[in-house]
């Protein structure tokens, strides 16, 4: 039969019930429109904690990691080495926190085309002297631009210009909650004491605030020259080289290869955050499960609507078949309703879902404990676009595939002896 006349005849049915019709469509409608909303939402908040956490991490941590040594003497005694020896109080086999080398290995990886930036860092433990209290406090020594191009520090620190530790000796960068306990303005000079007993004075450059409360409590940070004065080591030490690779897939490899080449320990960023990407799973997985379930109940509206259509036009059904329609044509009237509904529903809701977002996106979300973030977060990616109208369709195909069956097996002559 011709298409034309097909779809001319469901646009008739559709007009006709056009109540009816309006109902599904704003079905369709709602769902996509929430599904879109929701999704975008979700991803958009688990970019946000990424943001937080993720982006603060490098992909692989090279150090050395303070451990017993395992080949301990008395195993290569031949008196107790066939034994099952347990032993206490083993102490440490590394006569040394720094990376040995730590040169030669950053020249090496600067030429590994899967790494695409590398930041060396220094930990120090120190205390910050307040009168006659002592602060625990950590302060790590950075290279700036390394980590601003990596790790967005400019972004996180609040007050200040971080390039100021690198163009001023003996300045520091506290976090906001020690600043606080503190009580210290950019200028004042604050004093510390190395777990060696020495005493320095540095001058406050800016205040750095990451968003994670208890860390901001105790950390700060120094320019790597300036860590190494406190600690009275040479330039070559270092204790950690963070890496940033191309595919973070490609990390947990990576991380191993590294530690055998380099004879050193390593951590990979899916190792260090493997809860945090659990739960980030977990909600998308919520997003998703809750968009379907509104599409599926849409679908049962358009089932049940399009079966009071069938009954309501058996006889039109009946002249049809009566007249040479066979029953893949009315079978096709009937698809072409439902996909119809599927397709402008689906559509209406795809622009509804982003002009909420939109909305949603412009509302300012202001907390001292996220200075980064200024609105609400959302992701605009096309892909759920995509499996929203995609979903909408196959919904709507489902929804109308039964009874549209159930129409092409109509017989005419029963119908109008009814009659």
Do not use: C
């Not at 609040?158 to 163009?167: E, P, S, T």
């Not at 960068?173 to 020495?198: C, F, M, P, W």
């Not at 959302?378 to 195909?397: A, C, E, P, R, V």
């Amino acid at each position: 039969m011709n298409a034309k006349l097909i779809i001319d005849i469901a646009l008739s049915l559709l007009r006709a019930r056009w109540k009816q019709t309006l109902v599904a469509a704003i079905g369709v409608t709602f769902s996509i429109t929430m599904f879109i909303t929701l999704l975008g939402f979700m991803n958009g908040l688990n970019d946000m904690l990424d943001g937080l956490i993720l982006n603060r991490t490098a992909h692989v941590r090279l150090f050395t990691e303070i451990k017993p040594k395992a080949d301990q003497p008395v195993y290569e005694h031949p008196e107790f080495k066939d034994n099952h020896n347990i032993l206490h109080s083993i102490r440490s086999g590394n006569s040394r926190e720094s990376i040995y080398n730590s040169g030669a290995i950053i020249k090496t990886l600067q030429q590994d085309n899967r790494v695409i930036g590398i930041a060396p860092k220094l930990k120090a433990q120190v205390f910050f002297n307040e009168g006659n209290i002592d602060i625990t406090g950590v302060i790590d020594g950075i290279d700036v631009e390394a980590e601003a191009a990596l790790f967005f520090f400019n972004d996180y620190v609040v007050k200040g210009n971080a390039a100021d530790i690198r163009n001023l000796a003996n300045t520091i960068i506290l976090g906001k909650g020690l600043a606080e306990k503190l009580l210290v303005d950019i200028g004042d000079v604050v004093q510390i004491t190395t777990a060696q007993g020495e005493s320095f004075r540095l001058k406050v450059a800016g205040y750095f605030q990451s968003g994670l409360q208890d860390l901001d409590k105790v950390q700060s940070y120094a320019s790597i020259q300036t860590v190494q004065k406190l600690l009275g080591k040479p330039a070559d030490y270092i204790t950690d080289i963070q890496l940033k690779v191309r595919d973070i897939d490609d990390a947990p490899a990576m991380s191993k290869e590294f530690a055998k080449t380099f004879n050193i320990d390593s951590e990979d960023i899916q190792s260090a955050n493997a809860q945090f990407e659990t739960g980030s799973s977990v909600r998308s997985l919520i997003s998703y499960a809750v968009g379907i379930t509104l599409l599926i109940v849409a679908g049962f509206g358009i089932y049940n609507i399009l079966n009071m259509m069938i009954y309501e036009k058996m006889d039109s059904i009946a002249i049809m078949k009566a007249t040479g329609f066979s029953g893949k044509d009315v079978n096709r009237i009937f698809m072409v309703i439902a996909l119809s509904i599927g397709f402008f529903g689906g559509l209406t809701g795809l622009v509804f879902g982003f002009l909420i977002s939109s909305v949603i996106d412009q509302i300012p979300f202001n907390t001292a404990a996220l200075p980064t973030i200024k609105t609400y977060p959302i992701n605009y990616d096309i892909i759920y676009y995509g499996i929203g109208f995609s979903f909408s369709m196959f919904t709507t195909f489902l929804a109308g595939y039964f009874p549209a069956r159930k129409a092409s097996k109509v017989d005419p002559v029963i119908i109008i002896r009814g009659k």
